[in-house]
């Protein structure tokens, strides 16, 4: 199972982070792990993976204000999120795949993740 925490509310400019938890197995069995998010009204969107030889991709709408990370020791994955604007506003997922066959980055196709979070919420104000 996965278990998202650290989400809330913030004012644009300011800062989030986010973590998963993951129970039974840890984040490194897996072959890719990674964030989505969900506004309103909008599709799910994958924002953020990491493969399980470290290697990160982001979508165009992150990159350069998102970082994801696997904390080893905690067997947590991270998604530090800075300078963030309203349209950030959505509830954020993580999710993790056993394998996919279409790689490990924002062009994975979301039926390829079979485990999810349950969601966590975060709101920027302007």
């Known amino acids: 199972q996965l278990v998202e925490s650290g989400g809330g509310s913030v004012q644009a400019g300011g800062s989030l982070r986010l973590s998963c938890e993951v129970s039974i197995v840890n984040f490194g069995s897996f072959f890719c792990s990674g964030w989505f998010r969900q506004a309103p009204g909008k599709e799910r969107e994958g924002i953020a993976f990491?493969?399980?030889?470290?290697?990160?991709s982001y979508a165009d709408s992150v990159k350069d204000r998102f970082t994801i990370s696997e904390d080893k020791e905690k067997d947590t994955l991270i998604l530090q999120m800075d300078n963030l604007k309203p349209e950030d506003t959505a509830m954020y997922y993580c999710?993790?795949?056993?394998?996919?066959?279409?790689?490990?980055?924002?062009?994975?196709?979301?039926?390829?993740?079979?485990?999810w979070g349950q969601g966590i919420q975060v709101t920027v104000s302007s």
């Open positions: 999710a993790a795949a056993s394998w996919t066959s279409y790689g490990c980055s924002v062009n994975t196709p979301t039926q390829m993740f079979a485990y």
């Open positions: 990491l493969d399980m030889v470290g290697g990160a």
